[in-house]
Structure formats: structure tokens, C-alpha cells
């Protein structure tokens, strides 16, 4: 029988369960099935180099079955950070790398993407010289008190992220706010908060905070709110080998916060229901039109400057005073998991949605999945006709 990969970034000795893992695999692997195609879950650090095989998960119909199999030649991999798994068989990451490409397996989303998408700044510079793609300025911070006033007077606020993203974690943003400065520190959830009356001391403090690791300092934006909250619109675009395609919805962010992720507590909408309460049904559909045309515009410029075809994109934007979009980062986690549900929600069973869960999964988790097996097919096909006797 046929087979697809998809790879999973878990260590541990135990089958991909996180929900957006599976909310994944599962449309993968029933849109593959109809066409007579296994998909094969596994992580990089159960591959055995010397037999080619490895001890992985076929996705059936009801679950996980256990299953050792030979690597196959085409791969998903459930996001376009880097893998993290600590490898066995004396192979660490880079190395598994040049294995798989040197034994003529391929990888979706391609292991050049997913460097370029995890450094914050890199991306930045490259889709800078468009200037039909607005971004706020992004610099690497060095440190220096000079370089945070050049920022602030552009805006009054001012972000300092880690530079290979953390998931909305060990964020400093900095305010000046009527002669004083308000630093916000986001770690788990939890925000600190810490005032100063110079900016030299509040330079500092935040200097001495990121030291030790390499940070990016960002211009934040007069952004339009929702009820009082930062929002940002999370686009995916999906290659489904012929065209590309483009899902999306709202995050925003949790009161009184100024980080709008969903792994700081924000809460998902679709995009049409929000623009709609805020614009009206004909201002939102215009706005819906100028975010796609934007998001499109983006991922040209991205796609040319990769060898490799790439099958999905996602990006963060937000939407300032004048109604302009403006590209916050590129996301390496994309998903289209909850828009509409309420804050933690989990399915009861992915494998079998029922009632209003079928309504949520049929809307946004399936046809992210479906688009994702359709490149996969597309690619499996086209070795295949490559490779015929």
C-alpha cells in the first residue's frame, strides 16, 4: 500500500496526542485513505539510519496503531519550526537533516523554511524590500539606550521578543505613558509589571534581563482595538500542488493583555464575525478582500525566494487606525484549531466529531487538513510517475 509520513516533534516514547497534533493528521489521513494512501506519524528520534525503518503510528480510522515501517519518501512535518527531538542513533538534528535529504526523502514544509521562518529577524529583512508588505521596524536589539528611543519616536510602545519566537513567552514591552515608562514581562501566562521614571533605567533593567540570549526590539503599532484588546488576524495559505488557498481567523487577546496568542490565554473568532462587529457587513467584506490580497502579496514574495515548492505559510497581521494591514511575523505553529469555541476547549473525539464539535471540525480543522493531504498527494504522485519502471 502507499504511504505518506508526517513527522512529530515529541521525544517521548509515546504516540502524538497533543490536540494539535491530531487535529493534523486526523483530515491528513481520511482524505489520503480514500485513495488507497497510509499516513505514518513517527518522530525523527525513533529512525533507525542503518534499516531505513522506524517504530511510528499508523492513523487509522479510530486511532493510533502501532507500526515499524520504512521511512517514506514524501513527508509532512506538523510545523515549520525546527524539529526538536533529542535523536538517537548518534544523530543530532542538522545531521538527521543531511540523512534524509541525501537518501532522497522530501520534507513539506522544507527543512530551508523552517530555518528562515524561526528567526524573526531574517524574515523581516527579506520581505522588507516590498514595499508592498507593511511591517513595523524590527532591528536586532543591541542593547543600547539609544536604540530604544529611536523606536519610540515612532511609536510609544516598543517590543522586545526573543528572535527565534517562544510562543508569546519572555516578552518585555515597554510604554511611556505621560512622562513615565511601564515595562510588561509575559512568561506563562503570567504578566509582571514594573515602572520606571527615566528611560535610562528602564533601558537598563530590560538589558540586564535579556543579556544572556539574543532578542529583537519592535516597533509596536496604533492598532485598531477590540473591546479594549490587541487582536491580530492569523493567515494560512495552503499549496495544494495546483493553486493556493487561504484560511483565517482572529486572536485576540485576553484583558488587559497585550500579547494576543492563543498559548496566553486569547481567544479565537472568525474573521467575517469580528470585522463585521466592528466595521459592518459591507466595510468587512471590503477589509476581508484587502487582508487576502495582502496575504497573497506576502506569500509571492516569500515562495520566490525558496528553490523548493513550499505547501503552507502562515502569517500574523494586524490592522492599524488608517485600515492598513501591517505582517507582525511569520508563525510557526499554524493551525485553525477553536475559532468560535470557548478558551480550552478540547474535542471529545477528534476521530468521530458529533453535534456542534462536527459543525467546528467540518468549518476550519478539515479544511486545513484536506489541503495539507492534497499537496502530500500531489507530491506522492509525482514521485511516483518519476520513479516508474
Known amino acids: 500500500m502507499k504511504a505518506i509520513g508526517f513527522m512529530y516533534n515529541y521525544s517521548e516514547n509515546k504516540p502524538i496526542t497533543k490536540y494539535y497534533g491530531l487535529f493534523?493528521?486526523?483530515?491528513?489521513?481520511?482524505?489520503?485513505?480514500?485513495?488507497g494512501?497510509?499516513?505514518?506519524?513517527?518522530?525523527?528520534?525513533?529512525?533507525?539510519?542503518?534499516?531505513?525503518?522506524?517504530?511510528?503510528?499508523?492513523?487509522g480510522e479510530n486511532g493510533l496503531i502501532p507500526k515499524?515501517?520504512?521511512?517514506?519518501?514524501?513527508?509532512g512535518n506538523w510545523y515549520t519550526g525546527m524539529n526538536r527531538s533529542k535523536l538517537t542513533h548518534t544523530m543530532g538534528k542538522d545531521e538527521f537533516?543531511?540523512?534524509?535529504?541525501?537518501?532522497?526523502?522530501?520534507?513539506?514544509?522544507?527543512?530551508?523554511?523552517?530555518?528562515?521562518?524561526?528567526?524573526?529577524?531574517?524574515?523581516?529583512?527579506?520581505?522588507?524590500?516590498?514595499?508592498?508588505?507593511l511591517q513595523p521596524v524590527t532591528e536586532l536589539y543591541q542593547g543600547t539606550q539609544t536604540q530604544v528611543e529611536s523606536l519610540l519616536t515612532l511609536s510609544s510602545t516598543v517590543f522586545f521578543k526573543p528572535w527565534k519566537g517562544n510562543k508569546g513567552d519572555n516578552i518585555y514591552i515597554l510604554k511611556?505613558?505621560?512622562?513615565?515608562?511601564?515595562?510588561?514581562?509575559?512568561?506563562?501566562?503570567?504578566?509582571?509589571?514594573?515602572?520606571?521614571?527615566?528611560?535610562?533605567?528602564?533601558?537598563?533593567?530590560?538589558?540586564k534581563r535579556t543579556a544572556k540570549h539574543k532578542f529583537i526590539i519592535q516597533q509596536g503599532l496604533d492598532s485598531i482595538l477590540y473591546?479594549?484588546?490587541?487582536?491580530?488576524?492569523r493567515a494560512i495559505l495552503l499549496n495544494d500542488g495546483d493553486r493556493w488557498h487561504w484560511l483565517h481567523k482572529v486572536v485576540v487577546a485576553k484583558h488587559k493583555s497585550d500579547i494576543a496568542n492563543t498559548t496566553q490565554d486569547s481567544t479565537n473568532f472568525f474573521t467575517k464575525d469580528l470585522l463585521t462587529e466592528l466595521f459592518g457587513r459591507e466595510e468587512a467584506a471590503r477589509l476581508l478582500r484587502k487582508l487576502k490580497s495582502t496575504c497573497f502579496t506576502i506569500n509571492d514574495t516569500l515562495s520566490q525566494k525558496f528553490s523548493e515548492p513550499l505547501n503552507e505559510n502562515a502569517f500574523d497581521l494586524m490592522i492599524d487606525k488608517q485600515k492598513n494591514f501591517h505582517l507582525i511575523e511569520l508563525n510557526t505553529q499554524p493551525g485553525m484549531t477553536k475559532p468560535?469555541?470557548?478558551?480550552?476547549?478540547?474535542?471529545?473525539?477528534?476521530?468521530?466529531?458529533?453535534?456542534?464539535?462536527?459543525?467546528?471540525?467540518?468549518?476550519?480543522?478539515?479544511?486545513?487538513?484536506?489541503?495539507?493531504?492534497k499537496f502530500l498527494k500531489y507530491q506522492l504522485d509525482k514521485w511516483l510517475e518519476e520513479h516508474a519502471a
Not at 513517527?42 to 522506524?54: A, C, E, I, L, Q
Request: net charge positive.
Open 24 to 35: 493534523r493528521i486526523i483530515p491528513i489521513a481520511n482524505y489520503l485513505r480514500e485513495y
Open 37 to 59: 494512501i497510509e499516513l505514518q506519524v513517527y518522530s525523527p528520534k525513533h529512525v533507525n539510519p542503518d534499516t531505513k525503518m522506524v517504530m511510528g503510528y499508523l492513523v
Open 68 to 75: 515499524i515501517f520504512p521511512i517514506p519518501k514524501i513527508n
Open 97 to 133: 537533516r543531511e540523512w534524509h535529504l541525501s537518501h532522497g526523502i522530501s520534507t513539506y514544509p522544507p527543512y530551508e523554511l523552517c530555518s528562515f521562518v524561526k528567526n524573526k529577524l531574517t524574515s523581516y529583512e527579506a520581505l522588507n524590500d516590498n514595499p508592498g508588505i
Open 176 to 207: 511611556q505613558l505621560q512622562g513615565k515608562f511601564i515595562v510588561h514581562y509575559y512568561l506563562k501566562r503570567q504578566v509582571e509589571e514594573f515602572l520606571f521614571s527615566t528611560l535610562k533605567d528602564a533601558s537598563q533593567f530590560i538589558n
Open 227 to 233: 473591546e479594549q484588546r490587541p487582536f491580530i488576524f
Open 340 to 373: 468560535g469555541l470557548p478558551l480550552n476547549y478540547k474535542f471529545k473525539n477528534l476521530f468521530s466529531p458529533e453535534g456542534e464539535e462536527k459543525k467546528y471540525y467540518d468549518t476550519t480543522v478539515k479544511p486545513h487538513g484536506i489541503l495539507l493531504g
